[in-house]
């Protein structure tokens, strides 16, 4: 059982930057693939990024390839997105998650999920 707890988010103008943290509990944390999804309202949720479980990997779609950036830290337990050059699109509740499997993009692939932090960007 993995538990997530994000933080960070909050309220920033287009074209800022904001970094958001993920601390996971349990001794295992390294075992998994760790990954951010975000969902705007009535919009499905959809993947943002990916890092592999030593960190050397990462993956991001196209919609945020440039602009964020994925980290973990194995000994903090902890996995970030830096996020860079904010727009009024990249709004939506921020989720991170943990899986098994590396390059997964879709929300089934992922087995446990953090209970998501507000991120608006006003333009």
């Known amino acids: 059982q993995v538990q997530l707890v994000e933080h960070g988010g909050g309220l920033v103008q287009a074209g800022g930057s904001l970094r958001l943290s993920c601390a996971a509990s349990?001794?295992?944390?390294?075992?998994?693939?760790m990954g951010w999804f975000r969902q705007a309202p009535g919009k499905e949720r959809e993947f943002v990024a990916a890092t592999s479980w030593s960190g050397s990997s990462t993956y991001y779609p196209d919609s945020v390839k440039g602009r964020f950036t994925i980290s973990r830290d194995n000994a903090k337990n902890t996995v970030y997105l830096q996020m860079n050059s904010l727009k009024p699109e990249d709004t939506a509740v921020y989720y991170c998650?943990?899986?098994?499997?590396?390059?997964?993009?879709?929300?089934?692939?992922?087995?446990?999920w953090g209970q998501g932090t507000q991120v608006t960007v006003s333009s």
């Open positions: 998650a943990a899986g098994r499997q590396w390059r997964r993009m879709n929300v089934g692939d992922y087995d446990y």
């Open positions: 349990g001794r295992t944390f390294s075992s998994y693939v």
